[in-house]
Each structure stands twice: as structure tokens, then as C-alpha cells.
Nanobody, 125 residues
């Protein structure tokens, strides 16, 4: 069992920023592909960003315009997601997940095996 725990969500105003954290409970995150996803009510779970074992990164959808930055602190065994210029439509539960097998990122939630419980992000004035 590969367990990850998200934190850092909350209520922010439009245009604000949050840094979400995804911490491993018992494995080395740098040995796996770690993805961030989000799911809003009534919407499909969608990929936000991903980081490979070698540190290569991917950003998906409307976050490609410098609105999301994924990073990893190996000493803390934690993957971060920096969210900027947040919009009300970014309101969702944000999840981190672990992809087992393969060496490439994927925006598909079905490619990821282990998931955290999610952290809520609400963007509202």
C-alpha cells in the first residue's frame, strides 16, 4: 500500500494562490510518478499536473498558462502543487496519486493506482 496525504487546501479569493502538499506516508515519492488531479461537482476527474521519477514535469489543460507548478522536495518526501491566479471554476477537490509502472506521466486518473483523500480548494470572493 502506497499512501499519500494531501493538505493545503482552503478558501481563497479569485486571483489568489495556494500551495498544496502531497506527502508520502511510507515510500519514496521520487521512485514513482506522482500526479495531481481535481474533481469538481458533476465533473470528471481531470489531470492537473504530473512529475516523473527523473523530475520531468507535465501540466495539463488551462493550467499550462503558468497557473500551476509541480515540484518535489526529496528531503521532505513531498510533492507540491502551486496554484496561482485562481478562478472560481478552479473550485474542486484536489487529489494526489501514485502511478505504478511505466516511466511517463499521464493525465488519466485510471492510470494511477494509489490516491490520497483529497483536499478542498474553494475560490470565491
Amino acid at each position: 500500500q502506497l499512501e499519500v496525504v494531501e493538505s493545503g487546501g482552503g478558501l481563497v479569493q479569485p486571483g489568489g494562490s495556494l500551495r498544496l502538499s502531497c506527502e508520502s506516508s511510507g515510500f519514496t515519492v521520487a521512485e514513482y510518478i506522482i500526479g495531481w488531479f481535481r474533481q469538481a461537482p458533476g465533473k470528471e476527474r481531470a489531470g492537473v499536473s504530473c512529475i516523473r521519477q527523473n523530475g520531468d514535469k507535465q501540466v495539463y489543460g488551462d493550467f499550462v498558462r503558468r497557473r500551476a507548478t509541480i515540484s518535489r522536495n526529496n528531503a521532505k518526501n513531498t510533492v507540491y502543487l502551486q496554484l496561482n491566479s485562481l478562478k472560481p471554476e478552479d473550485t474542486a477537490v484536489y487529489y494526489c496519486a501514485v502511478k505504478v509502472g511505466g516511466n511517463f506521466c499521464s493525465p488519466k486518473s485510471s492510470d494511477f493506482t494509489y490516491w490520497g483523500q483529497g483536499t478542498h480548494v474553494t475560490v470565491s470572493s
